[in-house]
């Protein structure tokens, strides 16, 4: 495995896709969505947060499969985490 | 590498003598990085949950503290922040093709966003503590729900308070290795202390992705209903 480097326009694409983003859920904050505009805010950060691992940290570049399952492992744990303590909270008040 | 060397081979001077080469190397101290990253994300995992719970549990009172958050350093801050990844991100691209001038500048405007983040927050901060937004005895909220209001700045504080200490952290390493690039330590071949101050710096990022939205946006404009 020879190290990827990637290239100057790539990272610039990136730091541009990243900076639309912020403008779009800064401007769909002021939208009257109800429920939807934590869905829409959360899908958005969601894409931000996709594009600085996957290419600024480099996951998508890893070739070690055993960092990629410390990665995917560390994300399960906070599912199980966030999901487990979510459904207790909102089951509760179920009459 | 010197004569007395007691290596048979000849081999890049950054490789310890414990792994069999260079890659091997890099590998495990990667994925070491990531191991402790993924603490993190648990650190700040549980404090994101805790979140989630109490804005569920109270609803209400956590929109009308949401009010009280500046859209527009909050926004510009998030800005800022990506801003820093991208010379992060170059700083790191600089350092694999061993351009040492490069490195160091791209490290050092890494750290002045840096340094204009802290800078925003502090104001941020100064603000909600003049009104009395600090959880505590001097806790003031003129409302009918003040002390759900003060688990919302209690979380508020919290949350960005330690990623607020994440940067300040993140500004000391990404020093020390642009100090340590300056004086020559790294070049083509070792450079992995950048690209793992590197993945810490874009990490505090993403944590900051996510607490934008939540404190920032998701109920700035909305009345409670």
Known sequence: MSEHIATKKTYILVWMSLMCLTAATAGASYLELGRFNIVLAMVIATCKALLVALIFMGVKYISQKITLVVIVAGLFWLFILVSLSMTDTISRSWR | ?225
């Open chain 2, 1 to 225: 590498m010197s004569d007395s060397s007691p290596n048979f081979t000849a081999h890049s001077p950054g490789l310890q003598h414990h792994f069999a080469t260079m890659e091997q190397q890099t590998d495990a101290s990667v994925m070491g990085m990531w191991v402790f990253l993924v603490t993190e994300i648990m650190f700040f995992g549980g404090m994101f949950t805790g979140y989630m719970i109490y804005r569920y549990t109270y609803y209400g009172p956590w929109l009308e503290g949401s009010q009280h958050m500046d859209f527009w350093w909050g926004t510009i801050n998030t800005a800022v922040l990506l801003c820093s990844s991208l010379t992060m991100a170059l700083g790191v691209r600089a350092s694999q093709l061993g351009q040492r001038r490069l490195v160091v500048a791209f490290l050092l405007i890494t750290i002045l966003f840096g340094v204009g983040f802290l800078g925003i927050k502090g104001i941020e901060y100064h603000g909600h503590w003049v009104d009395g937004q600090f959880p505590g005895a001097h806790f003031r909220f003129a409302g009918p729900n003040p002390r759900q209001v003060e688990l919302f700045f209690s979380f508020y504080w919290a949350m960005t308070g330690f990623h607020a200490l994440h940067v300040l952290i993140g500004i000391g390493l990404v020093a020390y290795i642009a100090y340590r690039s300056w004086k020559g330590a790294y070049g083509r071949e070792y450079h992995n202390p950048v690209e793992n101050v590197g993945l810490y710096w874009h990490f505090v990022d993403i944590v900051w992705i996510y607490l934008y939205p939540l404190l920032y946006l998701i109920s700035h404009k909305h009345v409670s209903g």
